[in-house]
């Protein structure tokens, strides 16, 4: 129990200035068209996007493209409806899948969360509002996505990911950081 309240004050405070602490290239490419960083911010702050989501898009013209996995189905219409609304938005093709309930999947989540976040040196992926290393479990199957600094943190973490029980398979998608000067 020691353990849980320490997990949660550390979260909490982390919360608070993480997002002064993260660079901008970890979450903002340097490519973005204006369209593309007003759905990009459009979707990071959507009220209930956690760890347990992944959300991606595709701007083509007009017409934007949500892809994705959500573990609630009210964050998929979420998102497409703060997406529709944007000035220059003409159609939203809503492709995000809803993870199917499981309190099998929720243990392997919660599982996994302690077991990446506490590993020394991925912790400093737990700063922001909306961690860095996104996990997502369907049917135990685990897929990790998001951005890291190295390819030692991209390794740790699906070995680390590998070594929790009842984890079936694990794809690693995390990404490298690309820094532009």
Do not use: W
């Amino acid at each position: 129990m020691k353990t849980m309240k320490k997990l949660t004050l550390i979260l909490t405070g982390s919360l608070l200035g993480a997002a002064m602490l993260l660079p901008a290239t970890t979450t903002t490419p340097a490519t973005l068209t204006p369209l593309e960083e007003k759905v990009r911010h459009e979707l990071v702050v959507l009220p209930f996007y956690n760890v347990f989501d992944n959300l991606a898009f595709r701007v083509n013209g007009n017409e934007v493209t949500l892809t994705g996995h959500v573990t609630r189905p009210t964050l998929k219409s979420s998102a497409e409806n703060v997406v529709k609304r944007l000035e220059g938005v003409a159609r939203v093709n809503n492709q995000i899948e809803v993870l199917p309930l499981s309190p099998f999947d929720d243990r392997l989540r919660v599982a996994l969360f302690r077991t990446i976040y506490s590993q020394p040196g991925l912790d400093k992926y737990a700063l922001g509002a909306v961690p860095g290393i996104h996990i997502i479990v369907n049917n135990g199957n685990v897929t990790l996505e998001g951005v890291v600094l190295n390819e030692m943190d991209r390794n740790i973490a699906f070995l680390k990911a590998n070594g929790v029980p009842g984890v079936f398979n694990v794809q690693n998608n995390l990404r490298l950081e690309t820094r532009t000067k």
